[in-house]
């Protein structure tokens, strides 16, 4: 489901029931205005359980959404601040959205620019090797003049022309599958800053959340680790519930020797003393800002990059073509000449 659309959702649900409204009569009131798909969906039989009497926590679990959501609505109905846990929920998923999203954008450029390249590669290699190739082998074979050294090479390296759509066209099946193959996206990129940062300021933005709403350290981390897609960033959140486990009293000593999360990381959230709650919010702000920073610098670096990628692609193989007509130029200036 769309981040954007349930932090929406989210908001306007908190406002009804602080507004008198009932739970059920909010969910079906804002059911009728969502369009069609699986989180109305999952919702309209969220609201038919209610409306029959089921307790939440029976209604909330056969439900398809976030398990992170369905701890925090029921924490919220415990503690009596249902509006408030949806207020939250809301601030929470409208981040991740924001930063996910930027990030993505990222990858568009390049993509973008290897489709061209690929492009632009297949139908110089189509040509070629249908048209070009061979007359120019009959015209400068049958000649018997002494070829430049350019148009050896280039012959020599359009032999070999299909290697060059083909590289192109892995590199940009590798970037695809980076980023919608979950599997694959999981292992790879949180090895990049920007996506590292952005995984620790989601690991803290969910552990904050449980935090303040009553949550245990160690039922948070258990929660928070289930909900993890980086399997780098679900063994650190092992480790910590397991050094917990054996009795570690200190933060920084549950969080020693990380593989995704950051010394600061640990000093930040160590510097809140017991209120750890307080130590994940601020170290959630500071790595949410550091993201979106790195995100906006990824913004403005790839572009460049991109284009320069197209550009040498276009230019060498422009190189290529105009090699071969190099005989038949210095044969014209020659007639021309005499």
Known sequence: MKHDEFAFFNQQLAAMLRDGIP?????????????????????EALEADLAKGAPITEALAPRRLPELYKRMIVVGVKGNDLP?????????????????????SVMTYPIIAMFVAFLISLLLAVIWNGVLGPAFK?????????LPAATIFAFTTLKSIWVFPTGICLLLLTTLAVLFLPAIRAGILWRLPAF???????????????????????????LTE????????????????QRLAAGSMKFSEVAAAN?????????????????????????SEIYHSRALYRTEVAMFSVMPLASL??????????????SMFMPMIVMLNGLSGN
């Open 196 to 222: 590292r940062e952005a995984i620790v300021a989601r690991i803290a933005a969910s552990v904050n959340l449980l935090l303040k709403n009553g949550v245990n350290l160690s039922d948070a981390l258990s």
């Open 84 to 104: 408030g846990a949806l207020t939250m929920l809301a601030d929470y998923f409208q981040r991740q959205n924001y930063v996910w999203t930027r990030l993505k």
């Open 259 to 283: 593989r995704v999360v950051p010394p600061l990381f640990v000093w930040i959230v160590s510097g809140a003393g017991e209120n750890l709650a307080e130590g994940f919010k601020r170290a």
């Open 309 to 322: 990628f197209l550009g040498v692609i276009v230019i060498s193989q422009a190189f290529l073509v105009i």
């Open 23 to 43: 739970l059920e009569g909010a969910l079906k009131r804002l059911c009728q205005e969502m369009r069609q798909g699986e989180l109305r969906t999952e919702l």
């Open 226 to 241: 289930q909900l993890e897609t980086s399997p780098a960033a679900a063994a650190d959140l092992q480790q910590w519930r």
């Open 138 to 146: 009959d015209i400068y074979g049958g000649m018997g003049i002494r």
